[in-house]
């Protein structure tokens, strides 16, 4: 999307938060919500560590699921404001 939208091309999924950071596309407190949820992905698809079953467990009772779920779709609708295909 962000390359589509002609803000950059990223190396890897750890350089996208700096990317949308930058486009004003998210503040600060999200790109950091982004980078934790690569990070956990990376961990998830990439078996680089355990799965923290805890942590899960924390997301789940916590309802934080709620914040990764509205950053998705802010960057959605910025997507779809522009014509691009999130």
């Known amino acids: 999307m962000i390359s589509e939208a002609?803000?950059?091309v990223?190396?890897?999924y750890s350089e996208v938060?700096?990317?949308l950071r930058e486009a004003g596309i998210l503040d600060e407190s999200n790109a950091r919500l982004?980078?934790?949820?690569v990070g956990f992905?990376?961990?998830v698809v990439h078996q680089y560590a355990a799965?923290?079953?805890?942590?899960v467990g924390e997301v789940l009772r916590?309802?934080?699921y709620v914040d990764i779920a509205r950053l998705a779709l802010s960057i959605s609708e910025w997507a779809e404001e522009?014509?691009?295909d999130p």
């Open 34 to 37: 982004f980078r934790r949820i």
């Open 6 to 8: 002609g803000i950059a």
């Open 10 to 12: 990223p190396a890897s």
């Open 82 to 84: 522009r014509g691009l």
């Open 51 to 55: 799965v923290d079953l805890g942590l």
């Open 41 to 43: 992905r990376n961990v």
């Open 62 to 64: 916590g309802r934080k």
């Open 17 to 19: 938060s700096r990317h």
